[in-house]
Nanobody, 124 residues
């Protein structure tokens, strides 16, 4: 079992930055691949970014590539999502997720553990 708790969401103006954190507990953190997803009102939950167990591989959705960075600190059992140059289309609830495989995945069904989410609102 892995317990995930997100933090760092809030309200920011377009062009601004936020850093989300996800603290993990339970299973050895370095044994799970981590991902970030988001869900905007009325839309499906979508993949944002992922980082492999040992941090060697990353994957981003096209909509955030070049603006967002996923990082993980296995010593602190934490994964981060640095979000720069935010725009109103980034407004969503952001979820942290974990999966046991070392392979990155973009489907929400491929992740085994989820946090409760943190709200990010970007004003124009």
């Amino acid at each position: 079992q892995v317990q995930l708790v997100e933090s760092g969401g809030g309200l920011v103006q377009a062009g601004g930055s936020l850093r989300l954190s996800c603290a993990a507990s339970g299973r050895t953190f370095s044994s799970v691949t981590m991902g970030w997803f988001r869900q905007a009102p009325g839309k499906e939950r979508e993949f944002v970014a992922g980082r492999s167990r040992r941090g060697g591989s990353t994957l981003y959705s096209d909509s955030v590539k070049g603006r967002f960075t996923i990082a993980r600190d296995n010593a602190e059992n934490t994964v981060y999502l640095q979000m720069n140059n935010l725009n109103p289309e980034d407004t969503a609830v952001y979820y942290c997720a974990a999966r046991g495989s070392n392979y990155l995945a973009t489907g929400q069904n491929e992740y085994d553990y989820w946090g409760r989410g943190t709200q990010v609102t970007v004003s124009s």
